[in-house]
């Protein structure tokens, strides 16, 4: 774990690959409505250089690849609806990030989500993981002018928040994020989803970065981080299982 000293009153979580485990379904949604158009066989490979921006972004760039005649708009509401149904049936939360959630809450720290998923698709993970008990603010990027890498999510979230973006600090698992908190003039937690991204230098610039990602990361440290004279206990609520 690389680490330097950090701390904010406001924390703006990523959701898909941060909060909770939803690129499988994320993938499959995917996989399953090019298999519509024609293309078979979309691997999980072929989908990883798409994680962390938005399905508008990546169905855009997937659209020209295959010739696909629907537009963008058409695709991004088809791969929506099939990861809707994926999502009310089966989405995880990490252990150690609902730690996190919990001791945040707990010390009453203002919290958004800012998400590259579409409204419904935010509502329906929190709704369906409980991390609606938690989250009452989370933005889209279907709501603002540009998706991540560009800061507009993380500022509309801190906004929102009626925090300045100095005192907000991210919680991300994607390059792209890593990116846009930077560009948001935000400090970072990066939790990567695909450790063998940890070096990107995006990810090097972040606050604190937990290299091996989820496996690494614990609510302990990361709530440590922010408020290291108030850390709990080794064996409390937020320690390492």
Known sequence: MNSSRAGAPSVIFDLDGTLVDSE???YESMRLLLEQYGVPDFTWEQNARFIGISNLEALTVLRTEYGIAASADELVAG???????????????????REFVELLHDRGVAVAVASGSSLAGIEAVLT????????TTYVSADEVPRGKPEPDVFLEAARRLG???A?????????PGARAAHAAGMR???VPYVPACATDPAFAATGLLFPGGQ???????????????????????GAAS
């Open 24 to 26: 499988p379904n994320a």
């Open 188 to 190: 970072c937690i990066a």
């Open 215 to 237: 496996d690494e990361f614990t609510a302990r440290d990361a709530y440590a981080w922010l408020f290291p004279a108030t850390a709990p206990a080794p064996n409390g609520p």
């Open 128 to 135: 369906s993981t409980g991390l609606d008990a938690f989250f």
């Open 163 to 165: 925090a300045s973006p």
């Open 167 to 175: 005192d907000c600090v991210v919680v991300e698992d994607a390059v």
């Open 79 to 97: 791969q929506d609806a099939i990861y809707l149904d994926l999502a009310r049936k089966s989405t995880e939360v990490f252990p150690r990030m």
